[in-house]
């Protein structure tokens, strides 16, 4: 658990690996963050409310979450929130968020109930997919490597809408294999991370990976010059 107090004039910055414990043991009590966030992505914010074994719970506390540009004034309203027990998983709450410029996020956490327990903790991700590398692949595919935070174990990719073959999975890093272009589809395609489905949290880089289609021109071309 955080051993310092947030507010929203001063946020913790989100842990490395995207996940942490929280606790709001208090009447009023809210927990902050901030992050960096490139433009073009899509992140998602989960928090499942635990009991004292860490067990999720749907009757203790009901986290909701709320997100905002992180040069707004305290007390504006939020560019998205997400209600307390908003999920399908025991004790979830998710927010999913897109951006359309490079920026930095504040993240609130508060209990819907307001009243306040020492047993009303909760466990917190965000899935966030950064950015990727190389950023162009030949049309038949292959390796690649995506960072950002909150990947988990059980992840998935998608590279425009079709499964990649995951290699390695870390909580910064996942690597996996590229399918070869779809025909017919030129120019960029988006890179998906979905977590279990159960849980909503997806992260996407929009025209994350170019296909390069040089070769298959110039092979045409050279088919097109016998005849």
């Not at 989100?14 to 929280?22: E, L």
């Not at 390695?168 to 996942?174: A, C, F, H």
């Amino acid at each position: 658990f955080p051993t310092r107090r947030s507010s929203d004039l001063s946020p913790h910055l989100f842990p490395v690996s995207g996940m942490w414990a929280g606790r709001l043991s208090q009447v009023g009590q809210n927990d902050w963050f901030t992050f960096p966030v490139r433009s073009g992505r899509t992140f998602t914010v989960v928090t499942i409310a635990t009991d004292e074994a860490g067990v999720p719970t749907n009757t203790k506390a009901i986290p909701a979450l709320g997100v905002w540009d992180a040069f707004e004034p305290a007390g504006t309203s939020p560019a998205g929130a997400g209600a307390g027990l908003n999920g399908w998983a025991k004790g979830e709450s998710w927010l999913r968020v897109s951006t359309s410029a490079d920026d930095v996020i504040r993240m609130g956490i508060a209990d819907q109930r307001g009243d306040g327990r020492p047993d009303y903790s909760y466990s917190g991700w965000v899935l966030y997919a950064d950015t990727i590398s190389p950023l162009r692949l030949p049309a038949a595919g292959g390796p690649f490597v995506i960072h950002g935070m909150g990947f988990r174990m059980a992840d998935t990719v998608l590279v425009g809408g079709r499964p990649a073959v995951v290699t390695s999975i870390s909580p910064n890093q996942i690597t996996a294999i590229a399918p070869a272009a779809t025909p017919g589809v030129t120019g960029s395609v988006d890179v998906e991370v979905d977590d279990q489905p159960i849980y909503y949290a997806a992260a996407i880089i929009s025209g994350g990976i170019s296909y390069d289609r040089s070769e298959e021109r110039r092979v045409g071309k050279e088919c097109r010059s016998r005849w």
